[in-house]
């Protein structure tokens, strides 16, 4: 057990002890905050990493592979039959009556109660790289990393609609109050920065990026609340009145601060609420944020070779490219969980020129990030993960497909996850995995994503109204054979 | 005939229970027999058990005789069986003597003393077939001395002197390969065939085929002919129920009797071609003794109190060993060669090191001789050269290394040569040229070694084709393929 702990009561009354002695030193930490403005991610490096979470876990389970997760979630479910899963079966009954001995009695979405017909899929495959592995045209960036990336075709779910099915993903759970696997991992390790959130979540703009994403999805559920999902504005600034106000400077602002800390310290003191310590800790962590975040949003510092790389026509336009580039700053600055949303994948109608498009502005950027994280040595530590809350029917629904929850892919990339390998695969129509040893739910991809980071996925519980919960709840099996 | 009483001797092994059993009772029941409460245990069939007994002894040593004759066996553990055996069967005929005279003081001796000698004979016709040191190899190192066991049998692999200059070849190397596979059975204590292994000389004079290798004839030397049988084969050596030996151990073997079975000479004279060379390297690595592991409590103590002195991430790596990760990198130029003096006291625990982006040079690379267990080293972006490069040499387990945006060329890469593990390297935004990677890269890859796994592959690839069942059914179903396993279930977990 860590000795610095927020369910900790005892902690609190430790705590109120170093605020007073903050308080009063208040004057001399602030010169010494002002001193070290001129290069402001010096800031976070002035203060000692002593207060700072730790996490849960004194120390990982099994060697760890990985410290970092970018999670590239492209909202809406993206058609597995379409970009990684290629069915000739399928192609072969277009049109045709969709064989009833697959769906009879199953769950579906809007197709319910309507003729079913087979929809094959209009685009070409290629193999790509040294291993081959099969990738649709529509992502030709994404061929470029084929060597790099573990596609996985056997995912499944248990949600069939988007904010339910986020929800499993994020929590392996749909019931409230759960918290989010970026909770989970920051409450488990901590986050190597002091002057950022620990978790990070940017929502890209574009064309048909339409449909809402809750905030509940980085909720932090039971767990204090400290260990939330921080949304960044992706457009313009991604934190909003950075800025100190004309006439206040840095010093008066420490000032504030620790006066405010003292003030709620005492109230901390009667009421003995963890919340209360979150509210402290986000006051010094916004403070640091006046100096980290303007610097971590200034792209000015990136050749013309990454933004082209990334595809990033204007930095900070919140486009999927420009949130790439961004979740590697932020990794690259202690950041332990990002989340970049892409929405505008639920094709229901128009699959074409709708898939088409959001290729065009996720593919690139996708695979940029990749090669970029590869070329800096960061691929080696950060997992990144890209994929939907689920995957899109073989069944036609007009011009589209809809919701499909037994069979989808999404691949992953680096923490020594083996490139190049294709895991799992599903039946001759794409309609539900196999159960060929590979098969992965989403609980098995948290355990395994847990695994990465030298977590065993049983062993990081919090207790909560007299039950010790877990993110894989009673589930979850590692998919050891995607290592190495 | 001959076989038949060989057959009969073969028995031997299965009889010899029943006398140890029968007298080991015999003396279990005059024990009891002596306790009040069962006053006439052993009186009561003392004859009757004496006499099967007996017989049973008799017809042990009998067929123990038969199979001495007739088996390979010879040596000193056969000497000493085989009378201790004769003895046993008479000291239970002298019982049965004993018994029906009502020599009562001469019993209880006499009974004590064959039971004495069986236990002894049996001690060493266990020994003949399971090895010398089969009962004390797996003791506690403490009673092994105690008991005066060999070290070479406690170790089960000698150690090599970890200098080619003074190891040598056969003492040091080809002998304790044959000590351990070979000299259980073909020894001093145990010689079937009547072969020796234990020495050079005895391996020159051989067995009852004559001697065992030609110096400088790999392919006519018997030992090595042996050696190269199919496993299943009658004559293959060590027999399919022995351990094996390594494809290594085969090469050294083959090497050594290659260039002409030297009986003196190092290993540095004898120059060793590169393939056997690394094989060497490898076992003397392995003969390394490992350092104690440093206290795991204090390591931490010493990391947290690290941690905050100079602001950096320390975190263990494991639950049980004192391993860790250590990441400078968000303190980017206020850590520098200083700080790294200051860190360096926890050297010898450090796994992981990422010293990205801070002020690092050449010099404070220095400080990094004393992490010899580190894997992952970070250096990108700092002001490290050429010239810093050579102070990574004694990083003997270092995996990775990441050298991005930093001045490195090509030339710097020759010292990397010497980091024998070193996998992975980052040098993108340096002056390193695609060729000089590609030298790094070629003298780093045991390309050998991946022929011979790619040759294993193909070898049980063929063995699964061997295994599969397709039934052709022609033109009747030709859309119908029928094959085991079916194709999706090919794909199992691993």
Redesign the interface.
């Known amino acids: 057990m860590s000795d610095f702990d927020p369910t900790n009561l005892r902690h609190h009354q430790r705590a109120w002890s170093r605020r007073t002695f903050l308080g009063k030193s208040a004057q001399a930490i602030g010169a010494l905050a002002l001193g070290s403005l001129l290069?402001s991610?010096?800031l976070?490096?002035?203060?000692?990493?002593?207060g700072r979470w730790?996490g849960i876990l004194?120390?990982?389970?099994?060697?760890?592979r990985a410290k970092r997760i970018i999670h590239l979630c492209m909202a809406g479910g993206p058609s597995h039959v379409d970009l990684f899963d290629p069915k000739p079966e399928l192609n072969r009954l277009d049109g045709k009556p969709f064989p009833e001995s697959f769906t009879k009695g199953q769950q579906l979405a809007q197709l319910q109660n309507t003729v079913l017909l087979a929809r094959g899929s209009p685009y070409t495959f290629s193999r790509c790289g040294l291993s081959g592995q099969i990738i649709s045209d529509l992502l030709p960036h994404t061929q470029t990393i084929a060597d790099d990336i573990c596609i996985v075709r056997s995912m499944h779910t248990e949600q069939i609609n988007h904010d339910p099915a986020h929800a499993f993903m994020n929590a392996g759970s749909i019931i409230k109050g759960r918290p989010s696997m970026g909770s989970w991992l920051l409450y488990g390790l901590g986050s190597?920065?002091d002057n950022l959130p620990g978790y990070i979540v940017l929502m890209s703009n574009g064309p048909g990026a339409d449909q809402p994403v809750s905030a509940r999805q980085w909720s932090a559920g039971f767990l204090p609340s400290r260990f939330q999902g921080v949304q960044f504005y992706s457009k313009g600034a991604p934190v909003h009145y950075v800025g100190n106000p004309d006439g206040v400077c840095q010093s008066t602002q420490r000032q504030v601060i620790d006066e405010i800390a003292r003030l709620n310290g005492f109230q901390e003191e009667e009421s003995l609420d963890p919340e209360i310590q979150t509210r402290i800790a986000q006051y010094e962590l916004a403070f640091k944020m006046q100096a980290s975040v303007p610097e971590l949003a200034d792209l000015s510092s990136e050749p013309q070779s990454i933004l082209d790389l990334y595809g990033v026509k204007q930095p900070g336009d919140g486009s999927f490219a420009s949130n790439c580039l961004l979740a590697r700053r932020l990794i690259e600055?202690?950041t332990r969980f990002v989340q970049l949303y892409h929405r505008g994948w639920d094709h229901h109608g128009d699959l074409d020129p709708r898939l088409r498009q959001v290729c065009k502005l996720t593919d690139q950027p996708a695979a940029a990030l990749v090669k970029d994280l590869k070329?800096?040595?960061l691929l080696?530590d950060t997992l990144v993960i890209w994929g939907g809350e689920f995957g899109r029917t073989p069944m036609g629904q007009g011009s589209g497909r809809d919701h499909h929850i037994n069979a989808f892919s999404i691949w992953m990339a680096g923490a020594g996850i083996r490139g190049g390998l294709t895991w799992g695969?599903t039946d001759e129509l794409g309609y539900r995995f196999?159960k060929?040893?590979?098969e992965m739910h989403v609980h098995d991809l948290h355990a395994t994503m847990l695994a990465t980071f030298?977590i065993d996925h049983t062993r990081l519980v919090h207790r909560y109204q007299g039950r010790d919960f877990r993110l894989t709840d009673v589930h979850g099996k590692v998919a050891?054979?995607i290592f190495g | 005939m001959e076989n038949l009483l060989l057959f009969f001797g073969r028995l031997h092994p299965l009889v010899v229970h029943l006398p140890i059993g029968i007298l080991l009772l015999l003396a279990l029941l005059e024990l009891a027999g002596r306790w009040s409460r069962f006053p006439r245990l052993g009186e009561a069939q003392r004859t009757a058990v004496l006499a099967c007994g007996a017989a049973a002894a008799v017809m042990a040593a009998g067929l123990g005789w038969l199979l001495a004759e007739r088996g390979d066996f010879s040596g000193t553990l056969l000497d000493r069986h085989r009378l201790l055996g004769f003895l046993t069967a008479g000291g239970a005929i002298a019982l049965l003597v004993v018994q029906g005279l009502r020599w009562q003081r001469v019993y209880a001796p006499l009974l004590a003393l064959t039971v004495g000698l069986i236990t002894a004979a049996g001690h060493y016709g266990g020994a003949m077939v399971h090895g010398e040191h089969y009962l004390t190899e797996l003791l506690p190192g403490k009673w092994q001395r105690a008991l005066g066991v060999p070290p070479s049998a406690m170790a089960g692999v000698r150690e090599l002197p970890l200098d080619p200059a003074t190891a040598q070849v056969f003492a040091d190397v080809v002998h304790p390969i044959l000590e351990q596979r070979c000299v259980a059975c073909h020894g001093e204590a145990k010689s079937q065939g009547d072969l020796r292994m234990d020495s050079w000389e005895a391996m020159l004079l051989g067995g009852k085929h004559g001697a065992l290798f030609k110096p400088g004839d790999v392919a006519g030397s018997r030992m090595i002919q042996r050696m190269l049988l199919p496993l299943d084969h009658e004559e293959r050596m060590p027999p399919k129920t022995k351990p094996q030996l390594s494809d290594e151990e085969l090469m050294l073997l083959e090497w050594w009797v290659g260039s002409g079975a030297p009986r003196i000479g190092t290993v540095a004279q004898a120059a060793p071609p590169p393939e056997v060379a690394d094989i060497l390297a490898e076992r003397m690595d392995a003969g390394r003794e490992e350092a104690p592991r440093p206290d795991r409590a204090a390591v931490l103590a010493q990391a947290a109190a690290l941690s905050a002195q100079l602001g950096i991430e320390i975190r263990p790596l494991s639950v049980d060993a004192p391993w860790l990760m250590v990441s400078a990198r968000l303190q980017l130029k206020q850590f520098g060669d200083a700080q790294l003096v200051t860190l360096a006291a926890l050297g010898p625990v450090i796994h992981w090191l990422d010293l990205g982006e801070t002020a690092v040079s050449d010099a404070g690379l220095a400080q990094l001789s004393t992490m010899s267990e580190l894997r992952r080293l970070q250096l990108d972006r700092t002001a490290v050269t050429d010239a810093g490069l050579a102070a990574l040499a004694p990083l003997a387990r270092l995996e990775s290394l990441n050298l991005f945006g930093t001045a490195v060329t090509d030339g710097g890469l020759v010292a990397l040569e010497a980091l024998p593990r070193l996998r992975r390297l980052h040098v993108w935004q340096t002056q390193v040229t695609p060729a000089g990677a590609q030298a790094l890269a070629k003298e780093q890859t045991d390309a050998r070694r991946i022929r011979r796994w790619e040759e294993e592959i193909a070898a049980r690839e063929r063995m699964i084709r061997a295994e599969q069942f397709e039934v052709t059914m022609g033109e009747t179903f030709p859309a119908v393929k029928v094959a085991f396993p079916p194709p999706g279930e090919e794909k199992a977990a691993p």
């Open positions: 290069d991610r010096l976070g490096a002035a203060a000692a990493p002593a730790q004194p120390s990982p389970h099994f060697l760890p190597e920065a600055r202690g070329q800096r040595g080696e695969s196999l060929d040893g590979q030298g050891t054979g």
